[in-house]
Nanobody, 124 residues
């Protein structure tokens, strides 16, 4: 059974940092792009970052550029999201995702494997 399990969420004050982790099991995603999306209450899910299988290509939505960094460790089948200078508007459930194919894509609709999410709350 394929699983993506997120961890590292929590409550942090504005300006603080969190590091999310996503551990994959059940199959290897070392040849797949992986990414992070978030969904705030009452809003659509937003794709915030993605990384190619070898880490050479990354994507960030405009609102997180310069503050978030996505990385991966293929030996551990794990992807990370380092979030710095957090703002209250970053509050959301953060989901890890893996693409279905080996081609690079920054479109969330090409990501067919999803975790259950981890809550990130940023207080003002």
């Amino acid at each position: 059974q394929v699983q993506l399990v997120e961890s590292g969420g929590g409550l942090v004050q504005a300006g603080g940092s969190l590091r999310l982790s996503c551990a994959a099991s059940g199959r290897s995603f070392t040849s797949n792009a992986m990414g992070w999306a978030r969904q705030a209450p009452g809003k659509e899910r937003e794709f915030v970052a993605a990384i190619s299988w070898n880490g050479h290509i990354t994507y960030y939505t405009d609102s997180v550029k310069g503050r978030f960094t996505i990385s991966r460790d293929n030996a551990k089948n794990t992807v990370y999201l380092q979030m710095n200078s957090l703002k209250p508007e970053d509050t959301a459930i953060y989901y890890c995702a893996a693409s279905s194919g080996s081609a690079w894509t920054p479109r969330q609709y090409d990501y067919n494997y999803w975790g259950q999410g981890t809550q990130v709350t940023v207080s003002s």
